[in-house]
């Protein structure tokens, strides 16, 4: 049984994952697992994708290089999937969403290659990783938080910090 919490916090790139991700991390002790680094890192990829600017991740390699760190808990995982993880793995799922415009200026910002930029956005804009999270996961531990600004990062993250609170209150304290 876990004693801490496995968070995801997924969105289509640009939204906000790693900015939250990295505050939380700090705040609460929970472990940033940039999937991002480890797909690099550990060599879970087939090769890189020149057109679209990025690895073409092979799954199960992932997946069997983080599950004995994973399943201990404790994990806050960054990563623009999310149905790639086992049910059993997770406690909560975060779908940051952003405004268009924004993601625009954040993802022009970054140099994305036309087509790239423009997938992510469309992907944004039909709400793909909100609709990946609900045929992954039970609705009960899917919560979708706006990140258009820095006064919304920061009470998203207090928001998080006090389910991380009530859920060790509930799985830990209550069990004891
Ligand atoms: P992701 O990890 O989802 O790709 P990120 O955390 O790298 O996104 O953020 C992309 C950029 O947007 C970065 O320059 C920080 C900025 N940003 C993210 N969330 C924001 C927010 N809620 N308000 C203002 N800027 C934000």
């Known amino acids: ?53 990025s690895w073409i991740v092979d799954e199960d390699k992932l997946l069997d290089s983080i599950e004995d760190e994973v399943k201990q808990g404790g994990y806050i995982i960054d990563w623009h999937a999310c149905d790639l993880f086992p049910r059993s793995w997770i406690d909560l799922v975060v779908v940051l969403r952003v405004d268009s415009t924004l993601l625009y200026d954040r993802l022009k910002a970054r140099d994305y290659p036309e087509a790239k930029l423009q997938e992510n956005l469309d992907s944004e804009i039909m709400e793909v990783l909100l609709q990946e999270a609900r045929d992954s996961y039970d609705e009960e531990i899917i919560v979708e938080l706006t990140s258009n600004t ?27």
């Open 1 to 53: 049984m876990r004693t801490q919490p496995n968070i995801i916090v997924t969105g289509t790139p640009g939204v906000g994952k790693t900015t939250h991700c990295e505050t939380l991390a700090q705040n609460t002790g929970l472990r940033h697992l940039s999937i991002n680094d480890i797909v690099k890192e550990r060599g879970c990829h087939d090769g890189y994708d020149e057109d679209f600017k």
């Open 150 to 176: 820095s006064d919304e990062m920061e009470s998203n993250i207090e928001r998080i910090e006090m389910w991380i609170g009530q859920w060790k209150k509930n799985n830990v304290e209550g069990a004891q």
